[in-house]
Each structure stands twice: as C-alpha cells, then as structure tokens.
C-alpha cells in the first residue's frame, strides 16, 4: 500500500474546507493568545528537575478541552479522535508525526484547571473580548436554568439519606469515596426524575450570549441564584424569566435596583390566571424563549447536556467549559459574513 504524502493530506484537508469545517473558522478566528496569560499559571508550581520531557502548550490544551465541550467527548474518546480524524488535528496545529497528549494528560490538564479555579476568569476573558468587538451586553437580560445530567448514583437509602444530610457513610473506603459523586443531586421537572447540576445562565437579548453563569446542584431551585447572575453591566434595565423566579421579594428587589422585571406571571390551584395575564405571558415568553436556542444547541448541536465527571468542582469547570465554548461558537455565527444577495437581471 503507497504511503501518503504531504500533498495527499492537504488535498484531503482541502476537500474537507469545501464541504464545509466548522473547526477551520474556530482555529482562525477565535484569538487563541487571549487566554494564555491566565492558562501559563498551570505550570507555575515548581519542577523538582529539569529533566523530562517539556510541558505541552497550555493553549494547545485548552482547545483540546473546548473539542471535548463542542463534541461531548470522554478523555479516552477526545484522545482517540484527535489521532483518528484530520480536521482535529488541523484545529489544533499538529502534524501526523508530532506527539498526541493521552487521555491522562487531557484529566491533569482539567484538574489543575479545577484547582486554580481557571475556568471563570477564562470565560470573563472571552466576555471582555466580546465587549471589545462591540457585542457589549444590550437590550436587557434573559435568566434561566437547565439541568445537566451526571452518572446516577447506585446507593442504598440509609447512603442517600447520609448524603442529603452532608455525610459521608462511614464504611465506604477511600477508593469507593473517590467514585462517588455527593455533591450531585435528584431533582423533578413535569414528572420525570433527573440527577446531576444545574446551569443557571444570563443571557443578553439582543446577541443571545451567555454573560454569566452559576453551576448548583440541580436540586437548587432556580431564584436561588437570581441575584448571583444578574448582570448589572447589561445597557437595557430590562429582565426576563418563567414564572419559577416570580415572587414579591424579587419583584421589589428588581424595582429597588431599577430594573424592569418582565417575569412571567404563575397562577394558583384556587386561582388561575386571567386572560390578561396569560396574553402578557405570551408576549414576554417572545423575548424570554430566546434562552431556549441556547440550551437546545447545547443539547443537540454540542452532543447533549451530559457531563462524566465526579463532584461539584469538576462539574464546574465541564459546564464552564461548555457555556464558553457555546460563546466561542456563537460568536462566529454573529461575526459570519453576510452573502450578498444576487442582482436580479
């Protein structure tokens, strides 16, 4: 069988632009160099030697991580992937004979990530960038909430009960310890039962950005952190969200701070909303189901709302990851060049 040369790789490459690589424009456009600064202190703690082999790039790392966010991809799959397919290589600038990071450097590279608690000041850093290319935070804000499914969690009731009241039993050793998650939690959305977080997100209107984000266990309910996302930077004092942040204590809390609470109304079992307050609803869910297309491309386009991880740390940093690299992608289709249309004859 005739070995391939360079010339049939960039012939591949090249038929592969033309059907269409969403990764081609990722790698062009995005300015990668922004997050070095914050991503070099991963290799900030002291090396007992000089010896051994070199650091792999930081940068090289973390679209390394944003691929596994933008595929859903396990650290064994991410690996493999990278090795198997030419548009991931090309996306991360390696040739077929540079060195591949394994799925082990792929984890160690996440925890120090966790460890220094990287992943918000990262996704403030592409915020400030967006700001910069004039898609500052305008025409108000959308609030809202999605859960994010984690591996169930085969425990006996004594060992949930524990669990929900903050303990650990005590006869699990620590291997066992390390393999179960109790930080995550059950939670009931229209009868069906889910475990795992919560994705609290603030979106702007008008660019439907993510500007904040809060990760909770998904039995968090979802005004709980209302106050902790708002963003006070947005231009438009307007705010939007279902009826399940409703509530006079946030009503006056949003008129005390200026804002405009468009907050759907819910009504009660003894008393059910009138026809006014329904068509209100409807006109305020116009704006508000606009959060909608961002979980619903998570979900589909980003190959599901999944995460693999154990514990409330790391679950931050898969589901900070995936709200950036929502914004990396959405940042594209908002800076996509317009075709002209074609002049009639």
Not at 93 to 110: A, K, S
Not at 154 to 180: F, L, T
Request: net charge neutral.
């Amino acid at each position: 069988m005739p070995q391939p040369s360079s010339f049939d790789i960039d012939r591949r490459l090249e038929s592969i632009s033309r059907m269409g690589d969403p990764l081609e424009r990722l790698a062009a456009e995005i300015p990668w160099e922004l997050f070095r600064p914050l991503l070099e202190k991963v290799h900030e703690k002291e090396r007992k030697s000089a010896a051994g082999r070199k650091p792999l790039d930081v940068v090289l790392m973390f679209k390394i991580l944003i691929l596994q966010s933008l595929y859903n991809l396990a650290d064994e799959a991410i690996e493999y992937q990278i090795r198997d397919r030419l548009s991931f290589m090309r996306f991360l600038g390696l040739q077929l004979c540079d060195n591949v990071p394994d799925c082990t450097t792929v984890w160690r590279f996440r925890e120090r990530l966790k460890e220094l608690e990287l992943i918000k000041p990262l996704f403030d850093r592409f915020g400030d960038y967006l700001a910069q290319a004039g898609l500052q935070a305008r025409n108000g804000q959308i609030i809202d909430a999605s859960i994010v499914h984690a591996p169930i969690q085969r425990n006996s009731r004594d060992e949930n009960r524990r669990i929900n009241a903050g303990e650990v039993p005590e006869d699990w050793d620590e291997h066992k310890r390390r393999q179960k998650d109790t930080d995550a939690r059950w939670t009931k959305k229209h009868g069906k039962s889910y475990f795992g977080y919560k994705n609290h997100i603030d979106v702007d209107a008008e660019h439907k950005l993510i500007r904040d984000y809060e990760t909770t266990a998904a039995n968090v309910h979802d005004s709980q952190v209302f106050d902790d996302i708002i963003d006070p930077e947005n231009a438009d004092p307007q705010v939007w969200a279902d009826s399940a942040y409703r509530s006079e204590a946030t009503e006056a809390a949003l008129s005390g701070a200026g804002y405009e609470s468009h907050i759907c109304e819910k009504g009660q079992s003894n008393q059910p909303l009138s026809d006014e307050q329904q068509a209100a609803n409807r006109r305020r869910s116009k704006v508000r189901s606009r959060v909608e297309h961002i979980f619903g491309f998570q979900q589909n386009s980003m190959g599901g709302k999944l995460i693999r991880t154990i514990g409330k740390a790391r679950a931050e940093v898969k589901i900070g990851c995936m709200n950036l690299t929502y914004n990396l992608m959405r940042y594209l289709q908002l800076t996509k060049p317009k075709v002209a249309a074609p002049a009639l004859a």
